[in-house]
């Protein structure tokens, strides 16, 4: 049996999300049709914007479903009748992307060595500008965990007259996640974080609030994104966050109990963003010398699946861009592992890591002798 520690990449499928699914796949229909089917499929993704639009306390025309995350969030921030974008520099990378790609002035905030966005600098940046921002800051960072001061940042943004996006994607299911109390104007989520299927997103938009559409067709999702609705993948998602979000998650305490083995069994071990607020169920750690492509390689042969958290391209590792933007040094992040709990997750996983990385940390001693 595998060991699945990489929940922050993909949650396996709820249940609840399969049982969903199924329904809707069976039922058939497109929703925009108004003979029988057509009414029946249209209900089925009403229900799940409702659904969903209650786990966020929201009233449900402002859920906009798109096709991925990625999506979400390249519809708020080319959307956006704005006229400068403002991001942290731990955005995600279709967020910088998508904020590139649009052609205005970007401007990057630093975060502190710990991974969290410099309000200061913030502010300066929305004082010095020229024109109308939108500043788009995650809840909380898909490497490290590190959740981000969202609420102060959106009081900040609002007093300059700027817009604020965040990208939930990574926080909603693992932490309590309120639309209204963060104060924000935009949201992003996806449904395979929470254990819905992949290929299914939603943004949240305030009341008041217009874009400009980016995917042009029917006037599906009151005009705001063309295109027949993925009618299972939306059921699946709503489903999937309601158990996400109604359920005390013990995550934490399996967390607390990897961390304080690995403390114990490799005394060096740095784990990044400790000292702030993070996801309950991440621990992104390195230990000196141990290289993390060879560390995850083996621990996949042995049966474990985690991420490093590094970026491939053209054949070239590099490290993390998160933890080069927290100053970490080239060597450690070349030893970064990021272990992500979720629903599936037991204390059996935990021990049969600690024995398999007590393994690899003797091998890795031996060979450096
Ligand atoms: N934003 C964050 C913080 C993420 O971690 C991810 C996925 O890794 C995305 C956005 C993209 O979501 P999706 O995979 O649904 O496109």
Same mark, same amino acid.
């Given at each position: ?26 039922l ?5 049709? &108004?003979y029988?089917? #057509? ?12 659904? !969903? $639009?209650?786990?966020l ?8 479903? =798109?096709?991925? %995350? ?6 708020? &921030? ?7 974008i ?22 990057? +905030? ?5 991974? +969290? ?7 300066? =940046?929305?004082?010095s ?15 490290? #965990? ?15 007259? $700027?817009?604020i ?11 309590p ?11 992003? !989520? ?5 254990? *819905?299927?992949?290929? =299914?997103?939603?943004l949240?938009?305030?009341d ?25 993948? &939306?059921?699946?998602?709503?489903a ?32 990044f ?15 000196? %010398? ?11 042969? /042995?049966?474990? $699946?985690?991420?490093? *958290? ?6 070239? +590792? ?27 997750s037991s204390?059996?996983? &935990?021990?049969k890591?600690? /024995? =398999? ?13």
């Open positions: 049996m595998r060991t699945y520690l990489d929940h922050n990449a993909t949650t396996p499928l709820r249940p609840q999300a399969r049982a969903a699914m199924l329904e809707a796949l069976d058939g229909g497109n929703p925009s049709s &108004i029988a089917e #057509g009414r029946a499929a249209r209900a089925l993704v009403e229900k799940a914007r409702k659904t !969903l $639009a209650d786990q306390g929201v009233i449900p025309p402002m859920v906009i479903f =798109t096709g991925v %995350g990625t999506e979400a969030n390249n519809l708020a &921030i080319k959307g956006a009748n704005v006229d400068r403002v991001i942290s520099a731990v955005e995600h990378s279709c967020v910088l992307e998508a904020a590139n790609a649009t052609g205005k002035p970007v401007e990057i +905030v630093p975060v502190t060595a710990d991974g +969290v966005i410099d309000l200061e600098a913030l502010e300066k =940046t929305l004082a500008g020229q024109g109308k921002a939108l500043v788009s800051l995650m809840l909380a960072n898909n490497e490290t #965990g590190a959740i981000q001061p969202v609420r102060d940042a959106a009081a900040i943004a609002h007093d300059h007259d $700027a817009l996006h965040t990208d939930a994607v990574q926080a909603l299911g693992k932490i996640v309120n639309f209204g109390l963060l104060g924000v104007d935009l949201m992003t !989520l996806s449904a395979h974080k929470v254990g *819905g299927p992949q290929g =299914t997103g939603a949240i938009l305030r008041g609030i217009v874009l400009e559409k980016q995917i042009h067709g029917g006037g599906q999702e009151l005009g705001r994104r063309g295109g027949t609705e993925n009618v299972a993948g &939306i059921a699946g998602f709503a999937a966050a309601k158990a996400a979000c109604e359920k005390e998650s013990d995550i934490k305490a399996l967390r607390d109990l990897l961390e304080s083995k690995l403390q114990e069994t490799s005394p060096g071990m740095t784990i963003s400790a000292a702030v607020e993070r996801l309950p169920n991440t621990t992104y750690m390195a230990l000196k %010398g141990l290289a993390a492509q060879t560390t995850l390689i083996n621990l996949d042969l /042995e049966g474990i $699946a985690v991420s490093t *958290g590094s970026a491939c391209s053209s054949g070239k +590792v590099t490290g993390s861009r998160v933890l080069a933007e927290m100053g970490v040094s080239d060597a450690l992040r070349a030893c970064a592992l990021r272990i992500s709990f979720g629903w599936t204390e059996a996983d &935990i021990e890591f600690i /024995e =398999t990385w007590q393994q690899l940390v003797a091998r890795g001693n031996q060979a450096a002798a």
